[in-house]
C-alpha cells in the first residue's frame, strides 16, 4: 500500500489523481491532502478518503473546513505554509503529488524533498523557478522526481531503456491551443471565455490560459531543461494539434521515439505513481484509422510571443525564469479579472523581464526575491496597460 500525499487535491490534477486512487484501493491510499480554498470539495475528499490530515490556505478557511467535517472521520486540520510543508513531510507518506497552482508549490515541494519522499510532479513552476537548486537537492537526498505533465511523462517513457549519451534532443509537442490558426491582429480582441475553451485537454483555468498563449509550451521547455539535464539547443517545439503524439525523443542514429495515448491526465498520473509498472487504467487506445491524420507544424514564435520570451529566459537563466513565471502569473490572473486584454499577457510579461533583469548564480533567497519584484512590476506593467 503506498500511502500519498495529494497537494492541490481540489485542483484538476487531483481530482483526477483521486479517480486513480479510487479506481485501486489495494495499491494505494491517501495520508494527506491539501488545497486551497475549496473548502466543500476537500471536505467531500477528507469523507471519502479519510487522511490523517487536510491543509487549506488560512485559519478561517481552517475553521469552515473543521465545521464541513463536523462529527465526521477524524482529521487534523492545518492551514498555511507550515501546513503545507507538514503534509508534505508527513511520516506515513511514501510519494507526495505535487499538483499546486503555480509558485505555491515550490516550498512544500522542497520540504517533501528534504524529507526524502519520493516526487510526483505535476507544479512544473517548481523547476521553472528553481530547477537547479531543485534537481541538486533531489540529487543529494536520492529522491525520485517523476513527471506528471504528460509531455514529461512521455519524454520519460521515451528516454526508458535506451542510453543517455545517446540521445540527441527532446521533441516537445503541444497542440497549439485554441488560436493556432487565429489572426495575430484580433489577439487583442480574445475574450476570457474563448480563452478558457481548450480543444482537447480539460485543465484548471491558469494552465488553460497558459496553454492558449503557449506559456505553458515555454515553462514545459523549462521543466524538461532541469528534468532531463538537457541544454535548450537540445529541446525543440513541435505544434501537434491532435494532442495524441505527447512527446518524442530524436537519438544520435536519427531514431525517434515517440509515446501516444488519448489525452487523458490519469495516464501520466498512474504512471507516476506506480513507476515502473503500468495499471490496467483502460483508457481507450486512439482509433487510428478513425483519426486518419496526425499533423506537425514548427510554433509561430512571432504570434505567440509568450513562447518566444520563455525560451529567452530559459536561455539566459539564472533568476529570468522565476520573473517570467511571476510576471505570468500576474497577467493571468489580470486577463482572468477581466483587469487586461489578451494580448496584454505577453506584454505584461516581456516588459517585466526586460525591467527586472537577472541575477547569474542563484540561491532560493535570491530567487523568492525575484518571484517578489517580478509580481510588484509585472503588476505596475498590468495597471498601465489594462483593461482596454
Ligand atoms: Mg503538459
Not at 543517455?164 to 480582441?189: H, K, V, W, Y
Not at 488553460?208 to 506559456?215: A, H, K, Q, R, V
Not at 542563484?362 to 483593461?387: C, N, S
Amino acid at each position: 500500500m503506498k500511502q500519498l500525499a495529494i497537494l492541490g487535491s481540489t485542483g484538476s490534477i487531483g481530482q483526477n489523481a483521486l479517480k486513480v486512487v479510487a479506481a485501486f484501493p489495494e495499491r494505494f491510499s491517501v495520508a494527506a491532502l491539501a488545497a486551497h480554498s475549496s473548502v466543500d470539495l476537500l471536505a467531500e475528499q477528507i469523507h471519502r478518503f479519510r487522511p490523517e490530515v487536510a491543509v487549506v490556505i488560512d485559519a478561517n478557511r481552517a475553521a469552515q473546513l473543521r465545521d464541513r467535517v463536523g462529527n465526521g472521520p477524524p482529521v487534523q486540520i492545518l492551514h498555511g505554509s507550515d501546513g503545507y510543508a507538514a503534509a508534505a513531510s508527513l511520516p506515513s507518506v511514501h510519494t507526495v503529488l505535487t499538483a499546486m497552482v503555480g509558485a505555491a508549490g515550490l516550498m512544500p515541494t522542497l520540504a517533501a524533498i528534504d524529507a526524502g519522499k519520493s516526487i510526483a510532479l505535476a507544479n512544473k513552476e517548481t523547476l521553472v523557478m528553481a530547477g537547479d537548486i531543485v534537481m541538486a537537492r533531489a540529487r543529494e537526498k536520492e529522491v525520485s522526481i517523476l513527471p506528471v505533465d504528460s509531455e514529461h511523462s512521455a519524454i520519460f517513457q521515451c528516454l526508458a531503456g535506451n542510453r543517455r549519451q545517446d540521445l540527441d534532443r527532446i521533441l516537445l509537442t503541444g497542440s497549439g491551443g485554441p488560436f493556432r490558426t487565429r489572426d495575430r491582429e484580433s489577439f487583442a480582441a480574445i475574450t476570457v471565455e474563448e480563452a478558457l475553451a481548450h480543444p482537447n485537454w480539460q485543465m484548471g483555468p491558469k494552465i488553460t490560459i497558459d496553454s492558449s498563449t503557449l506559456m505553458n509550451k515555454g515553462l514545459e521547455f523549462i521543466e524538461a531543461r532541469h528534468l532531463f539535464d538537457v541544454p535548450p539547443e537540445r529541446i525543440e517545439v513541435v505544434i501537434h494539434p491532435q494532442s495524441i503524439v505527447h512527446s518524442m525523443v530524436a537519438y544520435a542514429d536519427g531514431s525517434v521515439m515517440a509515446q501516444l495515448g488519448a489525452p487523458d491526465m490519469r495516464g501520466a498520473i498512474a504512471y507516476a505513481l506506480s513507476y515502473p509498472e503500468r495499471l490496467a487504467l483502460k483508457l481507450p487506445v486512439p482509433d487510428f484509422a478513425a483519426l486518419g491524420q496526425l499533423t506537425f507544424e514548427a510554433p509561430d514564435m512571432d504570434k505567440f510571443r509568450c513562447l518566444a520570451l520563455a525560451l529567452k529566459a530559459c536561455e539566459g537563466g539564472g533568476t529570468l525564469p522565476a520573473v517570467l513565471n511571476a510576471a505570468n502569473e500576474v497577467a493571468v490572473e489580470a486577463f482572468l479579472d477581466h483587469r487586461l486584454p489578451y494580448d496584454g499577457i505577453a506584454a505584461v510579461v516581456e516588459e517585466t523581464l526586460a525591467r527586472c533583469g537577472s541575477t547569474r548564480s542563484v540561491d532560493m533567497a535570491g530567487i523568492l526575491d525575484a518571484d517578489r519584484q517580478g509580481r510588484v512590476v509585472a503588476a505596475e506593467v498590468a495597471t498601465r496597460l489594462g483593461p482596454r
